[in-house]
């Protein structure tokens, strides 16, 4: 039953939810519903990578408002620490 309600919900998520871009390179990455609520922001039915939340340069300075874009996060690169055992 679950797995009917999620596929069904999935679906209209896929028709009426929005584009997910990346802010830098304009491809593609999925699709969600995108809900703001109490200063947050959901993603709801994403199924892609990763995603980081980025400010889109404006070209006015607006204090009150600010263009927020997605980018793919990348994998951290940590560099390799030897273990003193």
Known sequence: MKKCVRKIGMCL??????????????????????????????????????LRPVCVPQSEIKYWRITLGFQKASVPDYGRVASEQ
């Open 13 to 50: 998520i896929r028709v009426i939810g929005s584009d997910i871009r990346d802010a830098a390179e304009g491809s593609l990455l999925g699709r969600a519903l995108l809900l703001s609520w109490r200063g947050r922001v959901y993603l709801i039915g994403y199924e892609g990578p990763p």
